[in-house]
């Protein structure tokens, strides 16, 4: 049966877990944020050999489970002398894996400029980096926006993995509650209620700058 007394009583551990959530969500959304950017322009590089070698990292890493990752950081890098805490083993994986899938996102964005962006970018006599940063990149993140939010919403609710690697995180709190008390039940629907509470507006402020980003470049084509 529900208890209410237990559920008051195990809030304020749900809740101190949760922040590691979504510390954990938001540095793995920066991580694959920046490297993401990182494989695109390597992909894109005119020497061909790191163009290619970057193609099948990036899809080695794609195609690849994720706890498998974060099993192979955690438990078989400090064979080779690296070892990390739970937390910075689980923002890498999570923010290596999903830094492939915002490298596509990002590509996405960069081949929907047009053409003739490009060209005037040469025809102005500007350099490298200041056509990307004044001209191609600000015409396309803003497009891709909505979906890089659909990534950080996926990346949120990923985050249970990492207490395969023993991250004392919201799933992870559930469990110690759990096996401690022999009451499962209240702990995982506290943890359920919570990522719906936090997802949930999160998805509707992404359809709400989806909406924004196609009013924007909608009025901008016509």
């Given at each position: 049966m529900w208890d209410w007394e237990f559920v008051f009583s195990?809030?304020?551990?749900?809740?101190?877990?949760m922040w590691?959530?979504?510390?954990?969500?938001?540095?793995?959304?920066?991580?694959?944020?920046?490297?993401?950017?990182?494989?695109?322009?390597?992909?894109?590089?005119?020497f061909k050999p790191l163009a290619i070698v970057v193609a099948c990292i990036t899809e080695f890493i794609r195609s690849?489970?994720?706890?498998?990752?974060?099993?192979?950081?955690?438990?078989?890098?400090?064979?080779?002398?690296?070892?990390?805490?739970?937390?910075?083993?689980?923002?890498?994986?999570?923010?290596?894996?999903?830094?492939?899938?915002?490298?596509?996102?990002y590509r996405s964005g960069i081949e929907a400029v047009a053409k003739g962006q490009w060209e005037a970018s040469v025809a102005l006599n500007f350099t490298k980096y200041e056509m990307w940063r004044k001209v191609i990149m600000p015409q396309?993140?803003?497009?891709?926006?909505?979906?890089?939010g659909n990534y950080f919403i996926v990346m949120f609710k990923e985050t249970p993995l990492l207490s395969a690697i023993t991250l004392v995180e919201m799933m992870q709190t559930?469990?110690?509650?759990?096996?401690?008390s022999f009451r499962y039940l209240e702990a995982f629907t506290l943890v359920g209620l919570i990522f719906l509470l936090l997802s949930y507006p999160a998805s509707l402020a992404v359809r709400y700058a989806e909406k924004k980003v196609n009013e924007r470049f909608g009025k901008a084509a016509a």
């Open positions: 195990i809030m304020p551990k749900i809740v101190d877990a590691v959530t979504i510390a954990a969500t938001i540095t793995a959304f920066l991580i694959a944020a920046v490297l993401g950017l990182v494989w695109v322009f390597c992909r894109r590089s005119s690849t489970p994720l706890l498998v990752q974060l099993f192979f950081i955690f438990y078989v890098m400090p064979e080779i002398g690296i070892s990390l805490s739970p937390f910075t083993c689980g923002v890498i994986g999570l923010g290596l894996h999903y830094s492939t899938y915002l490298a596509e996102v396309a993140i803003a497009p891709v926006i909505p979906m890089l559930a469990k110690l509650i759990g096996s401690s």
